[in-house]
């Protein structure tokens, strides 16, 4: 079954530290994954998807199919990237391209 | 830009009541989604149009949940009767095809009393 964890309801750093949100998946055949943010009073809206390989306002991903997880990261966090974020899984090849998603890490980035 | 609209934005109900739902995707998209998104869970999907194909139902209670997008553009969720577990966001989302990059609606929020 398609599945997709993040175990962190909450992450709350300072302004300046790194940022890891973690996302673990579960799928039987060639996934392509995603990460989608919430920021407040706004829409929800992709951030990054995995077959791109970009950084986008200083966030990247890496698919790591060993460990099946695709951990979101940023260096030095900024106040506004405090949102909540999504990792979301879809299998590759179908021609439904169902998205299914996490319950959402909320990051909150104190000053 | 090309935003998908959703309406009504507040909807309050009381239980048993009948409620819908209309969403209008960003022209040109050819699949459509509804999701429902729990206080403090991630969006799960109810349905995927393809046109005016319904493509996934699998998790759409049809006991009291139907779905239309008769010509392949607008779509109308409803619910009846409204239960209440049905409290919820409900987002609409439009994608191109063959993609998995999806465009949100700003959603609806239904209250059941």
């Known amino acids: 079954a398609q599945r997709v964890t993040q175990p962190e309801k909450l992450l709350s750093v300072f302004k300046g530290a790194p940022v890891e949100l973690k996302c673990n998946y579960s799928y039987s055949g060639s996934p392509e994954l995603f990460w989608y943010v919430q920021y407040s009073r706004q829409r929800l809206q992709l951030l990054l998807r995995h077959i791109s390989r970009e950084s986008i306002k200083g966030f990247t991903a890496d698919l790591n199919k060993g460990e099946t997880s695709f951990h979101l990261k940023k260096p030095f966090a900024q106040e506004e990237d405090s949102a909540m974020y999504y990792c979301?899984?879809?299998?590759?090849?179908?021609?439904?391209?169902?998205?299914?998603f996490g319950t959402g890490t909320l990051l909150a980035v104190q000053p | 830009e090309a935003e998908v609209a959703q309406s009504p934005r507040y909807k309050i109900t009381e239980k048993s009541q009948a409620v819908a739902f209309w969403c209008d995707p960003i022209s040109g998209h050819a699949t459509l989604y509804w999701y429902r998104q729990i206080l403090g869970q991630g969006p799960e999907l109810l349905v995927q149009?393809?046109?005016?194909?319904?493509?996934?139902d699998s998790q759409l209670p049809k006991d009291r949940f139907s779905a239309e997008r008769l010509k392949g553009v607008d779509s109308t969720l409803k619910i009846q009767p409204a239960e209440l577990g049905d409290s919820a966001m409900y987002l609409c989302?439009?994608?191109?095809f063959g993609t998995g990059e999806l465009f949100f609606g700003e959603g609806s929020r239904l209250t059941v009393l």
């Open positions: 979301a899984l879809s299998g590759r090849g179908g021609a439904t391209n169902k998205l299914i």
């Open positions: 149009f393809q046109d005016e194909s319904v493509v996934d």
């Open positions: 989302a439009s994608s191109p």
